[in-house]
């Protein structure tokens, strides 16, 4: 069975920071490309950083671009995102998605989610 539990989010002030883990299991991690993807209410789902599955490549929203940063362990099977900075903007649930296109099909698996506020 797959898993993705993404964890770490909460109630902050603009300008502090939180970072976020997403624990997979079930599949082979190191194949995956991982997002952390956000929704905020009224608003459709956005990408907000992704790494490739070796890590050797990031891509980031424009909105994030640096505050946030997206790095992974493939041996302990991990994705994090670390957000500095945090804007009022930035409240949404985050969610993490391991996505692998095989030769003859796409995988795709997300977490729950985890709400990350800010406010003051």
């Known amino acids: 069975q797959v898993q993705l539990v993404e964890s770490g989010g909460g109630l902050v002030q603009p300008g502090e920071s939180l970072r976020l883990s997403c624990a997979a299991s079930?599949?082979?991690?190191?194949?995956?490309?991982v997002g952390w993807y956000r929704q905020a209410p009224g608003k459709q789902r956005e990408l907000v950083a992704s790494i490739s599955s070796g890590g050797n490549r990031v891509d980031y929203a424009d909105s994030v671009k640096g505050r946030f940063t997206i790095s992974r362990d493939n041996n302990k099977k991990t994705v994090s995102l670390q957000m500095n900075n945090l804007k009022f903007e930035d409240t949404a649930v985050y969610y993490c998605?391991?996505?692998?296109?095989?030769?003859?099909?796409?995988?795709?698996?997300w977490g729950q989610g985890t709400q990350v506020t800010v406010s003051s």
């Open positions: 998605n391991a996505h692998w296109a095989s030769r003859f099909r796409t995988y795709d698996y």
């Open positions: 079930g599949i082979i991690f190191s194949q995956y490309a």
